[in-house]
């Protein structure tokens, strides 16, 4: 079984149509040490009034939450870290 740890970030889905470079975290969906499932919307933040769901890269469990509830992201902040199943 593998430990490694993943990031969770908003590289990939921060809406290219925006011209803010910041946004803020909403809702965390799971809390640390749950389990996610690859593509499951694990969070969201907002950027210009837009919500974004934030799916889990890969299997395992929340690990850590780096950025809590209204923190302030930006467009390559890393939200969390899964431990890889």
């Known amino acids: ?3 490694e740890r993943v990031a969770v970030d908003t590289a990939d889905v921060w809406p290219e149509d925006v011209d803010e ?3 803020v975290v909403l809702n965390w969906f799971v809390s640390e040490g749950s389990h996610v499932t690859a593509g499951e919307a694990i ?3 907002q950027v210009e009034k837009v919500s ?3 799916p889990a890269p890969v299997d395992g ?3 850590e939450i780096a ?6 992201v930006d467009h390559d902040a ?5 431990r890889q199943d």
């Open 43 to 45: 969070c969201e933040f």
């Open 78 to 82: 890393t939200l969390g870290w899964i």
């Open 1 to 3: 079984m593998s430990q």
């Open 67 to 72: 950025l809590a509830e209204d923190a302030v």
């Open 61 to 63: 469990t929340l690990d």
């Open 21 to 23: 470079d910041e946004g």
């Open 52 to 54: 974004i769901d934030v």
